[in-house]
């Protein structure tokens, strides 16, 4: 079964559904939950500097709330809050899971279409195709 889990979160209510389902994959198995969430930051101009309409303040809590919740509920679970460059959020939960070894990625969709999520980038849809395990789309 699924013993380690990476579900990764934004700040939509689909978020939400996502760390649901990844805490009854970890009750079924006693199994831990890494809670990822990655704040996107664009480079604005020459100056290469980057920024992001989120605070870390902001980033932090969330993932400290749903950390807390999940532990509350028995399950051991980690925090895991940091940058990354617009556009490749996909490969870093990728990469996350990689590093902790996750058997599964929980991620939510927005509900965009194949084509809208081609067009738009959809991070759920490239998650699919860049893992190397089971990724578990909520909806």
């Given at each position: 079964m699924y013993e380690k889990i990476l579900v990764a979160v934004d700040?939509?209510?689909i978020s939400?559904?996502?760390l649901v389902?990844?805490?009854e994959l970890a009750s079924l198995s006693h199994g831990e939950v890494w809670v990822v969430h990655l704040r996107e930051r664009e480079a604005m101009g020459k100056t290469g500097l980057l920024t992001s309409t989120e605070s870390s303040?902001?980033?932090a809590n969330a993932v400290t709330a749903a950390v807390a919740d999940l532990t509350q509920a028995g399950i051991k679970a980690h925090a895991v809050v940091r940058d990354t460059v617009f556009g490749y959020a996909a490969r870093e939960?990728?990469?996350d899971a990689v590093g902790v070894g996750a058997d599964v990625i929980v991620m939510g969709s927005r509900g965009?279409?194949?084509l809208a999520g081609l067009v738009l980038g959809s991070t759920a849809h490239k998650v699919i195709h860049l893992a190397d395990r089971p990724v578990?789309?909520?909806r």
């Open positions: 700040h939509s209510e939400g559904r996502a389902a990844a805490s303040d902001e980033a939960i990728v990469s965009r279409g194949d578990l789309v909520v």
